[in-house]
């Protein structure tokens, strides 16, 4: 089981650019988080999905930011026309539904960098 | 009301020491206290969690105490090393899932 995958691990983009963030959840787990962590902060949670679905995005900003979770591949976290303070690490995690189990799965992150 | 305060923000404390973080919260819909470590440069890992269900619980050198009545919980981390040095989030769960965190407190276990 080779846990949450994220990538890329780092990122450098030029304002105005987009950026796409990728999340491979673990096997068998069909919810997926997004959350951003800025420089020594904690984490703001930005996103739910289900697969095809989102089910709660009251954490992410309503311009330039969208996340999907389709039926194949990864969940894409995207950023259109980044801006400096969009500098941050973007963790995903996943989690097994029913209720009762315990905890999320965090990736290792991706670490955005807007020049 | 979705709210996790965490504090001290920094903390140091000598090898053998006794580590201690504290949180609080406001919404009595939580249902779920973990807490994460977090290295620099990777994900936040799940340490230990309590129910609120429960007033304490201990997994090696790490504990929780949860006080429901006061609407706070602690990690206490007994005989702290170097290697515990990192960065500990409490977090609090909504039925539906969705975990709040707490600010975060960095700890440093001095040799």
């Known amino acids: 089981n080779a846990g949450v995958m994220q990538n890329p691990r780092h990122l450098v983009r030029r304002r105005g650019q987009e950026a796409r963030l990728r999340c491979s959840p673990m096997k068998g787990h069909s919810h997926v988080y997004w959350y951003r962590q800025l420089p020594e902060e904690g984490l703001k949670f930005m996103v739910y999905l289900q697969k095809e679905n989102i089910i709660d995005e009251s954490g992410m900003p309503k311009e330039r930011f969208s996340a999907e979770f389709p039926k194949e591949g990864p969940s894409i976290l995207r950023i259109q026309q980044v801006v400096r303070g969009d500098s941050a690490a973007y963790f995903c995690?996943?989690?097994?539904?029913?209720?009762?189990?315990?905890?999320?799965?965090f990736g290792s992150g991706t670490r955005l960098t807007v020049v | 009301q979705q709210q996790v305060k965490q504090s001290p923000q920094s903390l140091i404390v000598q090898k053998g020491g006794i580590s201690i973080i504290n949180c609080a919260y406001e919404?009595?819909?939580?249902?779920?206290f973990p807490w994460y470590q977090q290295f620099p440069g990777k994900g936040p890992a799940l340490l230990i969690a309590?129910?609120?269900?429960?007033s304490e619980k201990k997994e090696g050198r790490f504990t929780i105490s949860f006080n429901k009545s006061a609407k706070q919980f602690s990690l206490h981390i007994m005989d702290s090393q170097p290697g515990d040095s990192a960065t500990y989030f409490c977090?609090?769960?909504?039925?539906?899932?969705?975990?709040?965190f707490g600010g975060g407190t960095r700890l440093m276990v001095k040799p």
């Open positions: 309590i129910r609120p269900d429960v």
């Open positions: 977090a609090a769960r909504l039925k539906n899932n969705m975990l709040t």
């Open positions: 995690a996943s989690s097994h539904i029913p209720q009762g189990k315990d905890g999320y799965t």
């Open positions: 919404n009595t819909a939580f249902d779920y």
